[in-house]
């Protein structure tokens, strides 16, 4: 009966460890490419676990690329800037030309397939890119320029909100093209990070922080919050350092910032930071493998088709 009762014990201490301990489940965030170094590395971190492992390296340099799930596209280096792949059993693949040149644009992944909106080349134009590839196809006119912008997705409303870059706009798309202004941000912020977020009350929250006023030529920390619904943003709690060219992704309801350059010291952070929502105020969250800027990242779902190839 004790030896029973003591295999049990083991097989239920097995199992909690096992659950403790396994590097990675749910979802995770994906990071590509930028940084003064190493620009091909990419890497998975898991912010439930603190895990991070790496995967292949990227067939070409990338950087001021976009990078939804496993798809990524354009970059400001020369042979990158036109051509999107994707990830496949394990390798990088080419997936499709691009329209235009793209690069420091944005991008949005829809069941249609992907988005890439703006760039340094052609800043109001859209183009979407099926996921089976091929020649890319017209998409809708831009309200405004989108060059160093972030967008966030409104999954409820099948939506994408695109954040400053030119300017201080925030501006709602949908497939078809412009849907609404929303209320201006406080600063114009290029090269910035972007989240969104829904608070204890219910209210979805956008926040953006960071990056660069082309107008004041400033560099920025601060951080700013709108109320979807509200009139106006308001500033909260800045970031840890001066920095842009960071990365977002939304994970478990949660904001994150990958690395960034740091203004102050002229270098790149290899630093994960989150946004705290109940504290209103930035954490850290963990490290990548390197330090980078102007880098692409994205949340993504931890399965084996991905994770079997991360060391």
Not at 184 to 196: A, K, Q
Request: charged fraction near 20%; proline fraction near 3%; aromatic fraction near 10%.
């Amino acid at each position: 009966m004790i030896l029973q009762l003591f295999t049990v014990y083991l097989f239920l201490v097995e199992n909690a460890l096992g659950a403790i301990l396994s590097p990675y489940s749910g979802d995770g965030i994906v990071i590509s490419g930028g940084g003064q170094a190493l620009n091909k590395w990419v890497e998975v971190f898991v912010p439930s676990t603190g895990y991070s492992c790496i995967l292949p390296s990227l067939p070409d340099d990338r950087k001021d690329h976009t990078m939804n799930n496993m798809y990524i596209c354009g970059g400001s280096d020369f042979y990158a800037r036109d051509l999107c792949i994707h990830f496949v059993d394990g390798q990088w693949t080419s997936l499709s030309s691009t329209k235009e040149s793209r690069d420091e644009h944005s991008s949005w992944l829809t069941p249609q397939g992907l988005v890439l909106m703006g760039g340094t080349y052609t800043m109001q134009s859209t183009e979407i890119i099926t996921l089976e590839g091929g020649q890319g196809g017209p998409g809708f006119n831009l309200s405004y320029d989108v060059r160093g912008s972030c967008v966030l997705e409104d999954k409820t409303t099948n939506s994408i909100i695109v954040t400053g870059g030119m300017g201080n706009e925030v501006t709602r798309y949908d497939l078809l093209g412009y849907l609404e202004d929303l209320p201006c941000m406080l600063r114009i912020r290029n090269n910035h990070g972007c989240g969104s977020y829904t608070n204890s009350d219910g209210n979805q929250i956008l926040l953006a922080a960071g990056g660069f006023d082309h107008v004041e030529f400033e560099y920025m920390s601060s951080t700013e919050l709108l109320t979807v619904g509200s009139d106006a943003w308001t500033m909260t709690t800045s970031l840890p350092a001066v920095m842009y060219g960071m990365r977002s992704a939304n994970v478990d309801n949660k904001v994150f910032f990958t690395g960034g350059y740091l203004r102050d010291v002229g270098i790149d952070t290899d630093n994960i930071e989150e946004w705290d929502a109940a504290e209103n105020k930035w954490k850290r969250a963990g490290k990548m493998k390197t330090a980078r800027s102007n880098h692409a990242a994205s949340s993504i779902q931890l399965d084996d088709s991905v994770m079997n190839h991360c060391i």
